[in-house]
């Protein structure tokens, strides 16, 4: 299994600025993604972040507002742009193997914006 | 397009008593199928998946799931419930495409 930690565990932050969070995992992962997740309900595909190439993302998500890095196979960064109340949300990072591998995650950002 | 639904917001079990949590699936071709927990205020946490092979599935802390292909179900089971196992579930499965897409989650609770 990979563990992976994410940074910083939970910020408060002012309308109109930007955050980012950093994922590491402990191993080479083939896949990365990012999540959002509102307190106790189900998780949302923000993107897949992609090593050496552009991310993929989600309907309703887009490259402006939730740049994504990937600079090698055990981290990855995704940063919230130009936040608004409506951004404030956990994010989370989870990476996986191949096909037949689950996915694991990290413990997730609680981020909120006033 | 592939999707998850799990028909019971919450679920209430007396500890000691089985309990099930309850999934159903939509996907093209062969599902692959995981059952995770979010305890309060942490990640998730893998219990156990489907890929091929039994249809019942043993994972961590004594939960097991039977996938059932003609009634696209993915039920979360244990013989024995603990006041511990108080969490969210969700179920999830992952398409052609490789992505995960989750359930809207079942706030499992054990009464003592």
């Known amino acids: 299994s990979a563990v992976i930690s994410q940074k910083p565990s939970r910020d408060i932050c002012q309308r109109g600025t930007s955050l980012t969070i950093q994922c590491q995992v402990d191993s080479q992962v083939t896949m990365m993604f990012w999540y959002r997740q509102q307190p106790g309900q189900s998780l949302t595909l923000i993107a897949t972040?992609?090593?050496?190439?552009?991310?993929?993302?989600e309907s309703g998500f887009v490259i402006d507002k939730f740049p994504i890095s990937r600079p090698n196979l055990t981290f990855s960064t995704l940063t919230v742009s130009n936040m608004s109340p409506e951004d404030s949300s956990i994010y989370l990072c989870?990476?996986?193997?191949?096909?037949?591998?689950?996915?694991?995650f990290g413990p997730g950002t609680r981020l909120t914006v006033l | 397009a592939q999707s998850v639904a799990q028909p019971e917001d919450q679920v209430n079990v007396a500890e000691g008593n089985p309990l099930t949590v309850k999934c159903t699936y939509s996907v093209s071709g062969n599902p692959y199928l995981f059952w995770y927990v979010q305890y309060p205020n942490r990640g998730l946490q893998f219990l156990l998946k489907?890929?091929?092979?039994?249809?019942l599935v043993k994972g961590s802390y004594g939960f097991e799931a039977e996938f059932n292909k003609s009634q696209t179900s993915f039920h979360l089971k244990k013989p024995s419930a603990l006041v511990s196992d108080s969490a969210l579930y969700f179920c999830?499965?992952?398409?052609?495409?490789?992505?995960?897409?989750f359930g809207k989650g079942t706030r499992l609770h054990i009464l003592p």
């Open positions: 972040a992609n090593q050496g190439s552009e991310a993929t993302y």
């Open positions: 989870s990476a996986g193997g191949d096909s037949y591998n689950e996915q694991f």
């Open positions: 489907y890929i091929t092979g039994d249809n």
């Open positions: 999830a499965v992952r398409g052609i495409d490789d992505k995960i897409i």
